[in-house]
C-alpha cells in the first residue's frame, strides 16, 4: 500500500506528457492545443455573423439600398434642377458617392452594434465567450461580418444609383475608392462594437445611432461642400471624422474634394487609419478585460 502510494505521488510530481487514449494524442493539461490565429473559430464566427444578416436580407440589404435611393431622388428633385453643378459636375453625380458611403457607415454600425448586445439580452452571450477565441478574434470576427455587409449595402446602392439620370460612377482614383470606403466602414464597425459592449438594451443602441451616428452623418458634407458654412461650422466640420470619410470617397470618383489639394486627401486617409487603429486598441482592451460581458 505504501509503494502505491509512493508511486502516485511520484507520478503526479512527474513532468506533464502527452496521453494517449485509443490511438488519439492528447496535449499534456494546462498545455494550449491552438496556437497563433484560431483560424477556423475566426471563420466560423465571421460565416455566422454574416449568415445571420443574409437570413433577413431584405431588411439588412435592400431595405436600406432603398432608402438611400430615395434620399437621392428627394435632393435631386428638390436641389438639382437647372442644371445645378457642385464641384463642377452635376448635384446628382455629387451627392451619389456621400450617399453610398453614408449608406455603407450606418449599415456597418447597425450591424456590428447588434452582435454581442442580442446576446446579453437574449442570455447567449456564453456562446460567444465560451469558444476559444481570443478578444482580438472576437473583435475581428465580428468588424469584419460588419464590413462584408457595408459593402454588399454599398455595391446595391451604386447600382442601384447608376441608372439615374445624371448619375456618373467612374472612379477617378480607386485607392480612395477603396480605402475611405474600406476606413468609414471600420471605424462605425468598431464604434457600434463598442457600443454593443456598453448597452444593455436596444434604447441605448438606438440613441447612440439616433443622437451621434446619424447627425455626424448627415452633418459632415453629403448633401453641401463645406464653403457653403459659416468659418464656425467650417472648423467643426473638420473636426467631424465622417466629412474626411465622405469627402475622401467622393474625391475617389470625382477627382475633387473640399478637403483640399491631393496632399491633403492623402494625410486625411493617414489620419483615419490611424484613428481607426487607436480606436481598434481601445475596444481590443476592453473586450479582454471582461466589462460588461463577464460581471
Known amino acids: 500500500m505504501t509503494d502505491e502510494l509512493s508511486a502516485n505521488q511520484n507520478l503526479g510530481n512527474a513532468p506533464a506528457t502527452t496521453q494517449s487514449f485509443g490511438g488519439t494524442q492528447f496535449s499534456p493539461r494546462g498545455v494550449p492545443v491552438i496556437t497563433g490565429i484560431n483560424r477556423v473559430g475566426l471563420l466560423a464566427l465571421y460565416m455566422k455573423e454574416v449568415r445571420r444578416f443574409l437570413k433577413v436580407q431584405t431588411q439588412t440589404i435592400w431595405a436600406p439600398a432603398v432608402t438611400t435611393v430615395l434620399f437621392l431622388v428627394i435632393f435631386t428633385v428638390a436641389l438639382g434642377r437647372g442644371g445645378r453643378e457642385v464641384l463642377g459636375v452635376p448635384f446628382a453625380s455629387f451627392v451619389a458617392p ?37 478578444p482580438g478574434e472576437l473583435m475581428g470576427g465580428i468588424v469584419a461580418a460588419a464590413v462584408t455587409r457595408a ?93 474626411y470619410v465622405i469627402s475622401g470617397f467622393r474625391y475617389g470618383f470625382l477627382g475633387r474634394s473640399d478637403i483640399g489639394t491631393q496632399s491633403d486627401v492623402v494625410v486625411a486617409a493617414i489620419g483615419l487609419g490611424v484613428l481607426n487603429a487607436i480606436i481598434a486598441l481601445a475596444v481590443y482592451f476592453v473586450l479582454r478585460s471582461g466589462w460588461k460581458l463577464k460581471s
Open 98 to 134: 456621400g450617399l453610398i458611403v453614408m449608406g455603407m457607415m450606418q449599415n456597418a454600425f447597425a450591424n456590428s452594434s447588434f452582435s454581442l448586445l442580442s446576446g446579453k439580452i437574449q442570455g447567449t452571450i456564453i456562446d460567444l465567450l465560451m469558444p476559444p477565441l481570443s
Open 151 to 243: 459593402v454588399a449595402v454599398g455595391c446595391t446602392v451604386a447600382l442601384a444609383m447608376a441608372l439615374w439620370p445624371d448619375v456618373s460612377l467612374v472612379a477617378a482614383h480607386w485607392w480612395a475608392v477603396a480605402w475611405f470606403g474600406l476606413m468609414g466602414s471600420v471605424l462605425l464597425a468598431l464604434i457600434g462594437l463598442a457600443t454593443s459592449i456598453w448597452a444593455e438594451k436596444f434604447d441605448h443602441n438606438a440613441a447612440i445611432s439616433n443622437f451621434v451616428i446619424a447627425p455626424l452623418s448627415l452633418l459632415s458634407g453629403t448633401f453641401y461642400v463645406l464653403d457653403n458654412l459659416a468659418p464656425a461650422f467650417q472648423a467643426v466640420s473638420r473636426v467631424n471624422p465622417f466629412f
